[in-house]
């Protein structure tokens, strides 16, 4: 049975989720807006996502986004430097022993395989996985690019979730939903948001860590493999999945 803590973080991460989504009534809005006005994690999760919704509104053609040729290598740079820094751990004085916090920022230790995993992080195309990213600080960064961190949410003592934003692209869909074993293949759908004048499907979803596979479905019919994807294998059926590595 669920504790009540468990619970708490449950509804509390759903609540947030869907108040990023514009899903909630006037009275769940009021909700979460308390919850994050009390919360500087969560408001510091929607400062992070006004940002990458003026960063959409910035970028003239999603679709001619280059990779910088040194990418992979500020990346493994980024890599060695990471796992050679010491952790580091912040206590605030004013709080008891709680559970990890839902939003507790880490930076992502990338293993070489995941190398390729990376280079989806600033490849906008018709549609890619944007794993939260935040500016570095003065000095920090390669040649303008953000520092990739990820948010991981502990809302029980089980393993740690990884809250994944979906992008898709696509400007003559009516539907785009995603569908991936970390949702046991039932297509979760993605938010229509015209930004600038294009048409963009967006959605947070909660990805255990691991390999895991997906599609995006158009329309409720039609399953697309993610273009950007670097890792793709066959689903059996005639079509290849997407492979995600945490």
């Known amino acids: 049975m669920m504790n009540e803590n468990s619970y708490q973080f449950d509804r509390q991460e759903e609540l947030f989720r869907r108040y990023l989504d514009g899903e909630l009534s006037s009275g769940e809005e009021r909700e979460a807006l308390h919850m994050i006005a009390d919360s500087e994690e969560m408001r510091e999760m929607l400062r992070f996502e006004r940002s990458l919704s003026m960063g959409f509104l910035q970028m003239q053609d999603p679709g001619s986004f280059t990779v910088p040729d040194n990418f992979k290598d500020s990346v493994m740079n980024r890599i060695e430097q990471a796992e050679s820094a010491p952790e580091k751990t912040e ?75 979906f992008v898709y692209f696509d400007e003559s869909a009516e539907t785009i939903e995603v569908a991936g074993d970390f949702n046991d293949w039932e297509p979760t759908e993605l938010s229509r948001e015209i930004m600038d004048g294009r048409q963009v499907w967006t959605g947070m979803i909660p990805v255990t860590r691991g390999e895991h596979k997906y599609m995006f479905v158009k329309d409720g019919e039609e399953w697309v493999t993610d273009p950007l994807a670097e890792v793709q294998q066959d689903d059996g059926f005639g079509n290849k999945n997407a492979v995600l590595y945490l």
Do not use: C
């Open 91 to 165: 206590i605030s004085k004013n709080k008891s022993a709680e559970p990890l916090s839902i939003f507790r920022k880490r930076t992502v230790t990338f293993h070489p395989v995941l190398a390729a995993a990376a280079m989806i992080l600033i490849s906008f195309g018709f549609g890619y996985l944007l794993f939260t990213q935040m500016q570095p600080a003065a000095g920090e960064g390669f040649d303008g690019e953000r520092q990739t961190e990820i948010q991981t949410i502990s809302g029980s003592e089980a393993e740690s979730q990884i809250w994944i934003r």
